[in-house]
């Protein structure tokens, strides 16, 4: 949901800006502030990323299934807490990611979510 509304409140403001600007501006400037606001959009979304859409957790798994805690409160996300038995679980998959290293995918049936789980690299 972020990631939608973000750009678009991104994209509104930086037409409201451009729209109150003078008409004799030449044309280099306003492809300059253009340019520009793409990109603290495009950092303003990296940031994001990196900082609260990557969240440390508390993972622990046993032979009832699986649970997980945020170390930190995180309002992009609806759970801070969850457990799952693994009648829950659809499908686990590891996948090769170069930047990160390898991560975890897991999917939950109800409710209906995906969540990407990475170690921590010491």
Do not use: H, R
């Amino acid at each position: 949901m972020a990631m939608i509304l973000i750009p678009i409140f991104g994209v509104g403001l930086m037409f409201a800006i451009l729209l109150n600007l003078p008409k004799d501006l030449p044309d280099w400037t306003i492809f300059s502030f253009i340019i520009f606001f793409l990109f603290v959009l495009v950092v303003s979304l990296l940031y994001i990323i990196k900082k609260w859409l990557n969240v440390p957790c508390n993972t622990f798994v046993n032979e009832t299934g699986i649970s997980f805690k945020f170390e930190k409160k995180n309002f992009f996300y609806k759970y801070n807490d969850f457990f799952s038995g693994w009648e829950n679980v659809t499908n686990i998959s590891e996948t090769a990611y170069n930047e990160q290293g390898n991560f975890y995918q897991i999917t939950f049936k109800n409710p209906s979510f995906t969540a990407n789980f990475s170690a921590i690299k010491a």
